[in-house]
């Protein structure tokens, strides 16, 4: 299994801090994405870097991608309290076809 | 959010029952995917869907069995229920490949068995 493992699994901040968490994988990617899943609820997609992005960013996430380590990073800047939550990354099959594989999550939390 | 329903949302039974949980989308998705969230474990594919009948195992699929004869259903059969199948069940959507998309998720069914 090529899952992705988040570093560390667990991380408590104050508000307004950034957060950063990480992930590592083992094998070739073609994609790997960020989920976040609030207590009691369902997964919800953050983001997608592709294997040739180094750096993606969307609103205050910033995600960057090192195919040759193996690992990517979700920063979290000017954290609030609603960014208290589970992130997951999730990695797909070299052939873009293979069903994606998640991680065991970093749990956030954001305190006000 | 999409329109993903799973039900039901919370389901007790005993060792030894079948169990049926259902997934309704109304996104016109292709692709439908089973999952289960252990503590330590993390999320893990049990069965997916890529079309109306052509389904494929996922990582743990041994004990369950799935169906798709409509686009919009995916149900996820326990044909035995064991105490080791208590789970939260997120049944995902997707449009594309796995790679191609973001998976939208339903807010799960907490399944306990005793």
């Known amino acids: 299994s090529q899952q992705g493992e988040e570093d560390p699994q667990a991380l408590s901040i104050q508000e307004g801090e950034n957060a950063t968490m990480n992930c590592s994988y083992k094998?070739?990617?073609?994609?790997l994405q960020w989920y976040r899943q609030n207590s009691g609820r369902g997964l919800v997609h953050l983001i997608l870097?592709?294997?040739?992005?180094r750096e993606k960013h969307s609103g205050r996430l910033r995600v960057t991608l090192d195919t040759s380590k193996k690992s990517s990073s979700l920063l979290i800047t000017a954290s609030r309290a609603a960014d208290t939550a589970s992130y997951f990354c999730?990695?797909?099959?070299?052939?873009?076809?293979?069903?994606?594989?998640f991680g065991k999550g970093t749990r956030l939390s954001v305190i006000a | 959010d999409a329109g993903i329903t799973q039900s039901p949302r919370h389901k007790v039974t005993e060792t030894g029952t079948p169990v049926t949980l259902r997934c309704h989308q109304t996104?016109?998705?292709?692709?439908m995917y089973w999952y289960r969230q252990d503590p330590g474990h993390g999320l893990r594919l049990i069965h997916y869907s890529y079309g109306v009948k052509d389904t494929d195992k996922g990582e743990v699929s041994d004990g369950y069995s799935v169906s798709r004869s409509k686009t919009e259903d995916f149900l996820l059969t326990l044909e035995s229920a064991t105490s080791s199948q208590t789970s939260v069940y997120f049944c995902a959507i997707g449009d594309r490949g796995p790679s191609n998309q973001p998976q939208h998720f339903g807010d799960g069914t907490r399944l306990s068995i005793l």
């Open positions: 870097i592709r294997s040739n992005e």
């Open positions: 996104e016109n998705h292709r692709y």
């Open positions: 094998t070739s990617i073609n994609n």
């Open positions: 999730a990695t797909d099959g070299r052939s873009g076809n293979t069903p994606l594989v």
